[in-house]
């Protein structure tokens, strides 16, 4: 996809590697998570005087929970709304607990998942397996069971835990220990891992299909089209080494849908969301839903994609040929086996809108 002149055909590859040390004892995240968090939009935006509407605090958080329950992304699959970094106090309690910021969210965490539950959503939140995390807040390394229990204590249901300030030697099995202590909580909290993108391909995807849900495997995204096509381009180069780990329970992730934000047009947005549900990716938009355009909320809740994206299957789709062509702007095809046993064909062309074709799966 780097090259204008290529076109690059996916295909789901139809085979199912079953075992049962393959898993998280959670049964959470059977399809890829959907939802939304604060990152790539809001960033750590912190100050709430010259910032309000964009600053992490209560009220942003509020206003998406607001927005997703109202105008159909809950309808669509979008259920997680994930609180990412820089919402904590620099300082624990006086019992080490973490605690949310006491200005920006003066009701405390606790009372803004009791929000988002009431909403129909669920709640997500963002921790650092290190000393601190990648915006300077306390990180987990000597807490993991007290952050877990604390953050079940809140209600959260969606943990994204980081790797900064931390030594990548033995990194997989501290993610491991964090596990077994969301585990004892007994309270289910999907568990998304940042491990694989610090180590890099040779990371032990083993461990994380035994102690995540989802794992970042690659860099983090930034609002550009080059981006979205570095990162297709990796998924296509390391495939073979991506595809045996991937499946209901345990998800690759390609990084956050920067659709509805500033760096992709309409056609790219689409490109982007495809590929994404191909790959049985995470779903996770990162976009200010008060502000988002119709045309953009329609690709993010584009039915037949969710559809392919959240097939019970769950297999992540395959680069199989590479296609130059002589005249024109490339245009990806996409092939993806669904549980009914259809082959569904989708592709997009320049100015046109999406195409689907349904034929027997043999």
Request: glycine fraction near 8%.
């Amino acid at each position: 996809m780097s090259n204008p002149q290529i076109l690059r055909f996916f295909i789901v590859f139809a085979v199912v590697l079953v075992n049962p040390a393959f898993s998280l004892d959670n049964g959470l995240a059977l399809t890829p998570p959907m939802g939304w968090l604060t990152w790539q939009r809001f960033r750590c935006e912190t100050d709430c005087a010259n910032h309000p509407n964009e600053c992490i605090n209560e009220s942003l958080i509020k206003s998406m929970a607001d927005q997703m329950a109202s105008k159909g992304y809950l309808e669509a699959g979008y259920e997680y709304i994930i609180v990412d970094d820089c919402w904590a106090s620099k300082e624990r309690d006086m019992h080490g607990r973490l605690q949310g910021d006491l200005e920006r969210f003066p009701s405390g965490m606790k009372a803004l998942a009791d929000y988002v539950h009431e909403k129909g959503l669920k709640f997500g939140i963002y921790g650092d397996y290190g000393n601190f995390t990648c915006g300077g807040y306390p990180g987990s390394l000597q807490y993991l069971e007290t952050d877990a229990m604390t953050w079940a204590d809140w209600g959260v249901d969606y943990l994204k835990l980081d790797g900064c300030y931390v030594e990548l030697e033995g990194i997989d099995q501290g993610y491991g220990m964090m596990t077994k202590f969301l585990n004892q909580t007994g309270r289910p909290i999907v568990f998304s891992c940042s491990f694989p993108a610090y180590v890099g391909i040779k990371a032990n995807l083993s461990a994380a299909v035994e102690y995540c849900n989802l794992w970042r495997n690659y860099g983090d995204i930034s609002d550009t089209f080059e981006d979205v096509k570095d990162i297709a381009d990796w998924f296509g180069d390391n495939q073979k080494q991506l595809m045996p780990f991937a499946g209901p329970g345990h998800w690759n992730d390609p990084d956050m849908l920067l659709i509805g934000n500033f760096g992709l047009s309409l056609e790219q947005s689409k490109h982007q969301m495809t590929i994404w549900a191909i790959l049985a990716a995470p779903l996770i938009m990162s976009v200010d839903l008060r502000a988002i355009s119709d045309e953009s909320a329609d690709i993010l809740q584009h039915p037949k994609l969710i559809r392919i994206n959240q097939d019970p299957l769950g297999i992540q789709g395959e680069l199989v040929k590479i296609v130059s062509l002589i005249k024109g702007n490339s245009t990806p095809v996409f092939f993806s086996t669904l549980l009914k046993k259809l082959l569904t064909i989708f592709f997009t062309q320049p100015k046109k809108n999406y195409k689907f074709i349904k034929m027997a799966f043999c």
